[in-house]
């Protein structure tokens, strides 16, 4: 009920006044569809069946209508009603579907964007703390089983209305016959009561299982060099269809117990209305085309029923959504980074920035990363940061562009607090080529001015800073598409893309995080070229374990186990009994090894 409240009150929240057109709309199609039919008394009448003459109270009334509006008396007339009647409540009928599919498809689209919005906008411990699978899996599917919710909501509350109406319009004509069909009704939804309770437990079910489904698909369709390397193909698919396979089992549970609710709903309904042909003239005294009549609408009402129990079990099996969908939200807007459009201040917006980290101390889980780090990266310089996997060298660089948080210690930048700049403003003033290049499905010309406005020139001098000189040499150039997640390009060029994508418009600070690992040497010397040409004009940070990229930086960090365990350029650590040469010598010793 609670997750029904919210749905309802949200509803209300976004769609306000169209709710309650939606509402008045559902009304005035069942009352004159319940009309419609009640009409068919004075026909039966007109046509001398017995029991329709001579009638009284609301009867007479709906014997009086035709006359009163003018239509030819008789049969004729009272079928012209008929029919005008139906006509009216057919047209109110496509106004109020066409106006509930526009509100259902609004809804679905503002809760796939705002939850998109708040996951890519939220700190990256949002995502990398939980599988990609559950956040995609929430946009795509889980977002649908929402639209289900509120389609079924909207079944519900025609269902209710229409209930009202013909229930009405039948006490109105015979209260007796219409009070053991309510009697009938209500043992019906007592027999199928626990389906509806099965349903919510199906529900939520459902959740976890279509989770686990999306996040074993992601896995496997991103990995899938992976998996044909080691020849896992079996186990990938083994794993897939048990996931599967429960989650199929979830939904047939719960589909069936629908298939069976509705078998007692139209099996007891059906024996309801015979009995009632046969006792009501016989027991209750009531005249057969009364009979007739309420039974018309009760035999009209019997689907609406049906839809009702239906649309409730439905509801109990899709609000689970709902309630994944708010903790996935409240969760993303707890973590949510500031989107304050500031300019930075006037020390840093004009001029390389300089880096100073005091005793900074960062946390991932229960281990420290970064254990009292103090260091300087000087305005203007290339400072290069080496040392063995896992030191902390990356995470340095995350502190800089605030993906990680700083638990202890202070990061200034020109003298200003680093979480005291507008976070975007920063951030658009960083040129970063990560680890693993991210390209997006598209052509090299997109992922080359991703998240910029640039003219076709800057892209081609962009290009040609960053050594992809193989862009040229492709049929259709930098209109080239590089595929899902740039699969039809080799590392090396994916690593170059990456780059011209920094070098594209100017920035204060470049921070390349292994860019040149998947380069041969001569590529890698010209890249070393371009990033030594911004010396002055920008501040560089490279990060490398190839050393052969830091040769000419003009400051060298070694990073250790998250500390900073010396400093100097390369002609003062590149000497025996410093961790530096040490590293080096051992690189090139290993290098020796493979060549041979």
Not at 121 to 141: P, W
């Amino acid at each position: 009920m609670a997750e029904l409240r919210f749905l309802i009150i949200d509803a209300w929240r976004v769609f306000g006044v169209r709710v309650l057109v939606l509402v008045t709309l559902l009304v005035i199609s069942g009352l004159l569809e319940g009309i419609a039919i009640t009409v068919a008394l004075p026909l039966l009448g007109s046509l001398g069946v017995s029991g329709a003459e001579n009638q009284s109270g609301f009867k007479a009334f709906l014997a009086d209508i035709p006359s009163a509006l003018g239509l030819p008396e008789g049969p004729l007339g009272v079928g012209i009603l008929m029919l005008g009647f139906i006509l009216l409540s057919v047209i109110a009928f496509l106004a109020q579907a066409r106006l509930a599919a526009t509100l259902q498809v609004e809804y679905v689209v503002r809760w796939q964007t705002k939850l998109f919005e708040a996951s890519i906008r939220s700190d990256l411990a949002f995502l990398s703390e939980r599988r990609g699978g559950d956040v995609v899996s929430a946009l795509v599917a889980e977002v649908n089983r929402v639209n289900g919710a509120f389609y079924h909501t909207c079944l519900v509350v025609t269902a209710i209305i229409n209930l009202v109406i013909y229930l009405t319009l039948a006490l109105l004509i015979s209260p007796i016959v219409s009070l053991a069909v309510v009697v009938l009704g209500a043992l019906l939804f007592l027999t199928t009561r626990p389906y509806l309770v099965r349903a919510y437990g199906y529900g939520r079910a459902i959740t976890r299982a279509q989770a686990d489904v999306q996040s074993l698909a992601s896995e496997y369709i991103s990995t899938v060099k992976l998996v044909k390397a080691a020849v896992a193909e079996g186990v990938s698919v083994e794993r897939f269809s048990t996931a599967a396979n429960q989650l199929a089992s979830f939904y047939f549970k719960n589909s069936f117990d629908m298939q069976k609710a509705k078998a007692v709903f139209e099996f007891g309904g059906a024996a309801g209305i015979a009995s009632l042909l046969i006792v009501g003239p016989l027991i209750f005294s009531v005249d057969v085309a009364t009979l007739l009549v309420v039974l018309a609408l009760f035999v009209r009402l019997l689907p609406r029923v049906t839809a009702l129990q239906q649309g409730i079990q439905a509801q109990n099996s899709l609000l689970p959504a709902l309630g994944n969908l708010r903790a996935i939200l409240k969760n993303a807007n707890d973590l949510a980074e500031p989107v304050d459009e500031l300019p930075l201040p006037v020390g840093i917006a004009n001029s390389a920035p300089e880096i100073v980290f005091r005793s900074v101390t960062i946390q991932r889980g229960d281990r420290s990363v970064l254990k009292n780090v103090n260091l300087v990266v000087p305005a203007g310089r290339i400072v290069a940061l080496v040392g063995p996997t896992g030191s902390g060298k990356s995470t340095l660089a995350d502190a800089i562009l605030r993906l990680v948080s700083v638990g202890r210690g202070e990061i200034q930048i020109s003298g200003h607090d680093l979480y005291a700049l507008p976070l975007p403003t920063w951030r658009r003033a960083i040129g970063y080529v990560g680890q693993d290049t991210s390209l997006l499905a598209g052509t090299i010309a997109d992922n080359v001015r991703f998240g910029n406005t640039i003219a076709d020139s800057a892209i081609d001098m962009a290009l040609t800073r960053a050594a992809a000189q193989f862009v040229q040499d492709l049929d259709t150039g930098k209109s080239t598409m590089v595929g899902d997640r740039g699969a039809r390009l080799s590392g090396g060029e994916r690593q170059r893309l990456g780059l011209a994508r920094a070098l594209a418009v100017p920035r204060l600070l470049y921070v390349l995080d292994e860019a040149t690992s998947a380069l041969d040497a001569e590529t890698e010397a010209q890249v070393v070229e371009t990033m030594e040409s911004l010396s002055g004009k920008a501040t560089v940070l490279i990060i490398a374990h190839r050393f052969s990229a830091v040769r000419n930086a003009d400051l060298i960090y070694v990073i250790e186990d998250g500390r900073v365990v010396e400093s100097g350029n390369w002609s003062e650590l590149d000497k025996p009994g410093h961790r530096f040469h040490q590293l080096k010598e051992l690189q090139n010793m290993t290098a020796a090894n493979v060549n041979v």
